[in-house]
């Protein structure tokens, strides 16, 4: 982006950029989350809402709880077989383009749970783009996560149409 | 005046004869061992006539190989009192053998809380409980086939949850 202020245009200025450059500055910078919370993660991604770390100084605190309004899934749990399917759903529901943060152990790998019931990361059905390891992460982590979704919304984008 | 637990199994081995076998105490814990096939009317003796109105949990073990009969139905009842020994807790214990389905009688008309209790055993354990009014499975999906609590099942087998996963998105609404 280029920003020109030239006395001969009485001081106004104007803006250049590219469509594309622009449409993902304005994505990156409102980040709707529709948080998925099943378990102790989801208490830590409220503290990330909250006041004391603010998650809406990065332009995305406003959580929808319809997936139709939101553009960035927060999968914060253990995720079971039986509501993998749900979550699924939740995820094709939300519309293009959108992105997956998989907040702690559980969502990651399984944790703790080697068990038959709990998928061993929700990568097994869905495309995560960032992962945060921890149980649970600090929220400091989670807006690094925040940030880095940030980062490659600015460098790869998405299509505008 | 606290529960004479003596008095209250010859009162049931005299209304029903043999049906308590054994009196195991453990650290002030009693436990009676009862006859599976009178499990109903026991607990329902124990609730009209003895007090204990509460079914606590409602549990099984499985000892595959351990012991005979394969499986244990374990009942934690509570009776209820003003004065603190007033309150007494008992357990009962009812062999289940192995079979296809292995089987016992609902206590859903004596307690209605044993609904959930008894289909969560199901879910878990396979034991079908003749009686019970809406017998599903609760914890796990309504398609899923194995009974995990069992101990000759791999605790890691995630197969049987991969194929209910599965059917659950193709089938789109449900």
């Known amino acids: ?161 | 005046m606290s529960l004479d637990i003596d008095s209250l199994i010859s009162a049931l081995n005299e209304e029903f004869p043999g049906s308590v076998t054994e009196k195991l105490k453990w650290r002030g814990e009693t436990t009676l061992v009862v006859d599976k096939d009178r499990i109903r009317a026991i607990c329902a003796r124990l609730r009209e006539s003895h007090g204990f109105a509460f079914l606590a949990d409602l549990t099984a073990v499985d000892y595959l190989t351990v012991r005979s009969p394969r499986y244990e139905v374990v009942y934690h009842v509570h009776r209820f009192g003003e004065e603190y020994d007033e309150n007494v807790r008992i357990r009962l214990k009812a062999g289940v053998e192995d079979a296809d389905s292995p089987e016992i009688d609902s206590v859903v008309p004596v307690w209605s809380g044993a609904d959930w209790l008894e289909r969560e055993v199901y879910d878990m354990f396979g034991i079908v409980f003749s009686g019970h009014p809406d017998l599903r499975r609760i914890l796990m999906p309504e398609d899923y086939e194995p009974f995990p609590l069992r101990k000759d099942f791999d605790v890691r087998d995630r197969e049987a949850s991969k194929r209910s996963f599965q059917r659950a998105l193709e089938e789109g609404d449900d």
């Open chain 1, 1 to 161: 982006m280029g920003v020109n202020a030239s006395p001969a245009l009485g001081g106004e200025g104007f803006l250049t950029t590219k469509i594309e450059a622009f449409a993902n500055w304005g994505r990156k910078n409102s980040l709707w989350p529709m948080p998925f919370g099943t378990a102790c993660c989801a208490i830590e991604m409220m503290a990330v809402f909250a006041s004391r770390f603010d998650l809406s100084r990065f332009g995305a605190e406003v959580a929808r709880f319809s997936p139709r309004q939101a553009d960035l899934m927060l999968v914060s749990g253990t995720i079971t077989y039986k509501m993998a399917s749900v979550c699924r759903r939740i995820y094709d529901q939300m519309p293009e383009p959108k992105w997956v943060i998989a907040m702690g152990s559980c969502t990651c790998g399984g944790g703790p749970f080697d068990s038959y019931a709990v998928v061993q990361g929700i990568d097994e059905f869905l495309p995560v783009d960032v992962y945060i390891g921890g149980c649970p992460p600090r929220p400091e982590a989670v807006i690094d996560a925040v940030m880095k979704i940030q980062k490659k919304i600015e460098l790869e984008g998405a299509p505008i149409l």
